[in-house]
T-cell receptor
Framework: IAGITQAPTSQILAAGRRMTLRCTQD?????MYWYRQDLGLGLRLIHY???????GKGEVPDGYSVSRANTDDFPLTLASAVPSQTSVYFC????????????FGPGTRLTVL | AQKITQTQPGMFVQEKEAVTLDCTYD???????LFWYKQPSSGEMIFLIY??????QNATEGRYSLNFQKARKSANLVISASQLGDSAMYFC??????????FGDGTTLTVKP
């Protein structure tokens, strides 16, 4: 069982380019999340999905979009990358709700120049 | 709005001793979960322990225990018998629902031999 996979592992991107970060889980979890972690800081929620077909905005959604076409996949898209989006991006999933542990992917390190 | 405060940017502990990492939180929700995660230098996020807001007993997981004081809105992590491998960043987090997931800025723990 792989758990949660993210791709790519790292990426250097020119400002203004479009980029999709991929996230796949094999645990059949209902809820999925995207976070960004800036250097030396905690995680901030970008977008989330309670179940396939639904998405919601987190604390820092501007400049990002997500989709949840099925249970397993939750891609994050940067439509036009800016340097302030340089960060480590973590995808996570949980069975559902506030009492369920979030399991995290290994992260994607994104640098926007 | 939810908020997690970790007031100790860095902590040192002698190997085999116990250490307490502080976490206070603020929320208007009545029902929520509190979590601690460990992030070693390799970058992955590792779940350690969970406490529900209605749980009357403090959570324990091996060498980890959570000192939950609801009236004071604190959820401190206690690590007993520290090991060199405990050196890492530790994050306190809270979730009221999938759209309300908040992390603190973390505490860097260094275990001295």
């Amino acid at each position: 069982i792989a758990g949660i996979t993210q791709a790519p592992t790292s990426q250097i991107l020119a400002a203004g380019r479009r980029m999709t970060l991929r996230c796949t889980q094999d645990m059949r979890h209902n809820a999925m999340y995207w976070y960004r972690q800036d250097l030396g800081l905690g995680l901030r929620l970008i977008h989330y999905s309670n179940t396939a077909g639904t998405t919601g905005k987190g604390e820092v959604p501007d400049g990002y979009s997500v989709s949840r076409a099925n249970t397993d996949d939750f891609p994050l898209t940067l439509a036009s990358a800016v340097p302030s989006q340089t960060s480590v991006y973590f995808c996570a999933s949980s069975a559902a709700g506030r009492s369920d542990t979030q399991y995290f992917g290994p992260g994607t390190r994104l640098t926007v120049l | 709005a939810q908020k997690i405060t970790q007031t100790q940017p860095g902590m040192f502990v002698q190997e085999k001793e116990a250490v307490t990492l502080d976490c206070t939180y603020d929320t208007s929700d009545q029902s929520y979960g509190l979590f601690w995660y460990k992030q070693p230098s390799s970058g992955e996020m590792i779940f350690l322990i969970y406490q529900g807001s209605y749980d009357e007993q403090n959570a324990t997981e091996g060498r980890y225990s959570l000192n939950f004081q609801k009236a004071r809105k604190s959820a401190n992590l206690v690590i007993s018998a520290s090991q060199l491998g405990d050196s890492a960043m530790y994050f306190c987090a809270m979730m009221a629902n999938a759209g309300k997931s908040t992390f603190g800025d973390g505490t860097t723990l260094t275990v001295k031999p």
